[in-house]
């Protein structure tokens, strides 16, 4: 085998460590080989482990889960959902839901009463648009719907010392998982330019578009949007 060390390098490892010249050509030659290959690895090179692993993590599935269900991590659903959501509130709200359209009516205090809020609010009649997308969205995510929030319909009146708010919204079928989302204000324009700036960061994001419902309660602006995950 050739040597890796010079002659000078050999009798420098034998004075350093006491050892014969045939164990100081072997340590130096292995020491020698070793630096070599160290420095000589390409940075790219993975190992078969390692490439393994990176195959497995490109072909992870980026297909959209349960969590990522738009309103099932605000608080006002968490409020909802913890009071008993629908089954707690059933008096004051009927829902009903198909391939072409959902449907939320309410009856009930205008203000005075938490239903979904994430600071326990008691703007009551407002928080009726919490509870449509804490309901709405599931129903798309399950079956592939798409809101056509640009005939989105409201109805309301009064009825004894009861507001009335109901919210209709057509549905299309789809090859994709759309979601609602909305801002909004009771007496105030509610943000739009957040709901802007929110579509223009989602590919394919439809909206705003603005609604008003207007009743015995005021008035209250919502602005729309919906994209899909």
Request: aromatic share 8%; net charge positive.
């Amino acid at each position: 085998m050739r040597n890796l060390i010079s002659e000078e390098e050999k009798n420098r490892i034998r004075g350093l460590y006491n050892l014969n010249e045939d164990f100081a050509q072997t340590i130096g030659d292995i020491l020698k080989k070793g630096f070599k290959d160290a420095f000589n690895k390409k940075p790219e090179e993975t190992s078969d482990s390692e490439k393994e692993d990176e195959t497995k993590s490109k072909d992870v599935s980026s297909e959209p889960t349960s969590s990522d269900i738009v309103g099932s991590k605000w608080g006002s659903c968490k409020s909802f959902k913890s009071k008993g959501g629908l089954s707690k509130f059933d008096d004051l709200f009927d829902i009903s839901k198909s391939s072409s359209n959902f449907k939320i009516s309410y009856k009930g205090p205008a203000s005075g009463l938490n239903i979904a809020h994430k600071t326990n609010g008691t703007d009551t009649i407002h928080q009726v648009f919490n509870v449509l997308i804490c309901e709405i969205n599931p129903h798309l995510y399950n079956n592939k719907l798409k809101p056509d929030i640009k005939n989105i319909r409201f109805e309301t009146g009064k009825e004894g010392k009861d507001s009335k708010l109901s919210i209709s919204i057509p549905l299309q079928k789809s090859d994709k998982i759309y979601q609602l989302d909305r801002r909004g204000g009771w007496g105030h324009l509610g943000g739009k330019s957040k709901m802007d700036q929110k579509c223009s960061k989602v590919e394919d994001c439809i909206g705003p578009i603005t609604h008003v419902a207007s009743g015995p309660f005021g008035k209250i602006t919502e602005y729309f949007i919906t994209y899909p995950l």
